[in-house]
């Protein structure tokens, strides 16, 4: 049993997935939409009373797939192939 003290900070647990990050591991390879950071609506999408945040990805692999939240922890097994997308943009 893990304590409150010892337990990963919610931005260990997201890794690098922001919106405009695409990351494959076993299960695809996914292009992150959002990130949900607020536990109430977290909870609600992964219908899970003790989620803290949720990130609703598309399968890239798989387009047919309607884009779906997941609440999985960031691991060794992910690789990130394309960072998030900077929220400044600089003026043209």
């Known amino acids: ?11 260990d647990e997201i890794g ?3 919106p405009g990050a695409i990351y494959q591991n076993v299960d ?9 950071t607020d536990p109430a609506e977290a909870a609600q999408l992964l219908r899970r009373d003790s989620a803290r945040w949720a990130v609703i990805v598309r399968d ?8 779906f939240a997941v609440g999985s922890v960031w691991t060794t097994s992910d690789y990130l192939i394309r960072p998030a997308k900077s929220a400044y943009a600089p003026a043209a």
Do not use: D, K, Y
């Open 60 to 67: 890239t692999l798989r387009p047919e797939v309607i884009p």
């Open 28 to 36: 695809g390879r996914f292009e992150v939409l959002a990130l949900v």
């Open 16 to 18: 690098p997935r922001r």
């Open 1 to 11: 049993m893990h304590s409150i003290a010892s337990r990963p900070s919610v931005q």
